[in-house]
């Protein structure tokens, strides 16, 4: 089965694409009759070099987001990884000559096609008296032994760009930036992974890999790599890339050494996470540094990928100080990130936390009965939430994330964790004042922000007193600020409708003679009644509003973990004689 795709076709996708790239820059133009994009400026070259590149199509942003002033003068495109036409790349050639340039480097990546149809328009463009230099780029350090071929053309070409393009904006000579940038080219090697392939589009994949494996030294075209290894945590996998990379035993290697001072490209083959690529960043950036490498910038983004193949390459290039400038050098081109012109080794990466406000002095006398029932009833709630964990999570699935029960159980081993640390505050309101702050900062999602808040506001009515009307008044503040917000209401299918049904009852204990376990019962069998009420309640609020309520048959997982906390309270309390 062939993979879907958002375009309007499949013949016209190439030329779809780069029309929308120019659409949406003004300082790019098509060249008629061609799959050329140029800068809108090219008069503003005149007496300077002109530097074109280009491919196959599929590798967005490159080329052609990499046009701009201090990099690319115009880019060729191909249909989907396929070398562009010869007259197309010649047309180019012409346009950049009769602008006024005076001369052009064409910028190729070491594939056999790309080499053959930029190599035969160069010989017919100096066939008709126009200067033109063609300098082939190939970092792939994948193959340990060197093909007749030589090494493929991969993400390194984009620093290529980079050196050429501060070369030509400096007013450096055609022969002169040729040489230079040739002897960049032969300081790098690129190396990519990836979990799956990627799809041409109207085609099926290029190739399948099994759940547990990984796909090492693939090239930028769907083609398979080098070996297939079995799946590893994310440092297991950049450590082995780089050990790949930089070993002495491989003929593509990049001669890095300790004391070796390297720009670091860490690139998005087309459909990675973001959050996938910044571990792999860091990752790749703790991996260098422990082996001693200075790395002088680090470059995280996608620059040239494979379609949608989610999957990352890693480019190494060594560096000094002259060429870091030109890595420096400004640039108006769309696809390269701003980084900032410091080193990344060196740098220091945290700051201090801000010092907490000093608590005051625990106003209540710290009776060991009163802190070992504490202590028993989070330790019971902790045990249940934990005990709910996989329950919460299907009963979440119906809204999407599934994640309830896991977002409760991190909550449940963050106060299991804190209560070893020592016993817990005597005083209510610090207690909830602790809690809050835990949960706040452990708990994660809306849950932890919504029993944060809950919390928070709760403690403050017991500052000043602590009997059963202080404990109405602090469920109460606890219910507004949570309805204040979350802007949910009884109602809405959410926690906050078994929390208010309890705090109904617990309006109870204001009255003079209240007894303390009489009203938590009521209150907590009213929580768990309308939890079990949520199912027939459309979602007004929370990611569960989005989702059709024919889909919601099932009691809202939020409202169920509430009810379960006041039930675990109640057992614990009852289990001591309150």
């Not at 061609?34 to 491919?55: C, N, P, Y």
């Not at 002095?361 to 964990?389: F, Y």
């Not at 919504?450 to 219910?479: E, H, I, N, R, V």
Request: charged content about 20%; overall charge neutral.
């Amino acid at each position: 089965m062939t993979s879907k795709k958002l375009v309007n076709s499949v013949a016209g996708c190439a030329d779809d694409a780069l029309a929308g790239l120019v659409a949406c820059n003004p300082s790019l133009q098509l060249l008629q009759g061609h799959r050329v994009a140029l800068r809108s400026d090219l008069d503003s070259l005149k007496g300077r070099v002109a530097l074109l590149s280009g491919g196959g199509s599929g590798h967005e942003p490159a080329h052609a987001g990499f046009i701009g002033k201090g990099m690319l003068t115009g880019v060729i495109a191909g249909a989907v990884f396929t070398s562009p036409a010869v007259g197309s790349i010649l047309a180019a050639i012409r346009a950049v000559a009769q602008a006024g340039t005076v001369g052009t480097l064409l910028i190729v990546k070491n594939y056999t096609g790309d080499r053959l149809n930029f190599g035969l328009a160069r010989e017919q463009a100096q066939a008709e008296g126009i200067p033109v230099e063609m300098v082939v780029v190939g970092d792939d350090s994948a193959f340990t032994v060197l093909k007749k071929a030589g090494r493929r053309g991969l993400c390194g070409t984009v620093l290529i760009h980079k050196v050429a393009g501060a070369l030509a904006e400096a007013g450096v000579g055609l022969e002169e930036i040729t040489d230079r940038v040739s002897v960049v080219a032969k300081a790098m090697g690129t190396l990519g992974v990836s979990l799956s392939s990627c799809s041409v589009p109207g085609s099926k994949p290029t190739f399948e890999l099994s759940a547990d494996e990984v796909e090492l030294g693939l090239g930028i075209h769907g083609e398979a790599g080098v070996r297939r290894i079995k799946m590893a945590p994310a440092d297991e996998i950049v450590a082995l890339m780089l050990d790949h990379m930089t070993s002495s035993s491989n003929a593509s290697h990049v001669p890095v050494q300790p004391g070796s001072s390297v720009v670091l490209m860490v690139n998005n083959l087309g459909g990675l996470s973001f959050l996938e690529l910044g571990i792999i960043a860091d990752a790749a950036v703790r991996s260098l540094e422990g082996r001693g490498v200075k790395i002088a910038r680090a470059l995280v983004g996608t620059f040239m990928s494979a379609l949608e193949m989610p999957g990352i390459s890693l480019t190494l290039l060594l560096v000094d100080e002259p060429l870091l400038k030109l890595i420096d050098a400004e640039t108006t081109a769309s696809a390269w990130p701003n980084v900032a012109k410091v080193w990344v080794t060196g740098q220091k990466r945290s700051r201090a936390a801000p010092t907490e406000p000093l608590a005051a002095p625990d106003s209540t006398a710290a009776a060991g009965a009163a802190s070992k029932q504490t202590v028993l009833v989070l330790e019971r709630v902790c045990t249940t939430l934990l005990g709910l964990e996989e329950h919460l999570n299907a009963l979440d699935r119906a809204a999407g994330d599934g994640d309830c029960g896991s977002t409760h159980s991190r909550a449940a081993r963050a106060i299991q964790g804190w209560l070893k640390e020592g016993p817990p505050p005597a005083s209510p309101a610090q207690l909830l004042s602790k809690l809050s702050f835990l949960l706040l900062e452990k708990m994660g999602g809306s849950s932890g922000a919504l029993y944060g808040l809950f919390l928070t506001a709760a403690a403050q009515p017991l500052k000043a007193k602590t009997d059963l009307p202080a404990w109405s008044a602090a469920m109460d503040a606890g219910l507004v600020a949570m309805q204040k917000y979350g802007k949910a209401a009884p109602g809405d299918r959410t926690m906050l409708d078994s929390l208010w049904a309890a705090g109904q009852e617990l309006q109870a204990w204001r009255s003079p003679g209240a007894n303390l376990l009489q009203i938590l019962t009521k209150a907590v069998k009213s929580a768990e009644a309308a939890a079990e009420a949520t199912k027939n309640m459309e979602a007004g609020a929370g990611r569960a509003s989005y989702i059709s309520s024919a889909r919601l048959d099932q009691p809202d997982p939020g409202a169920v973990a509430a009810a379960a906390i006041l039930r675990a309270i109640l057992e614990v309390l009852q289990s001591q004689g309150v």
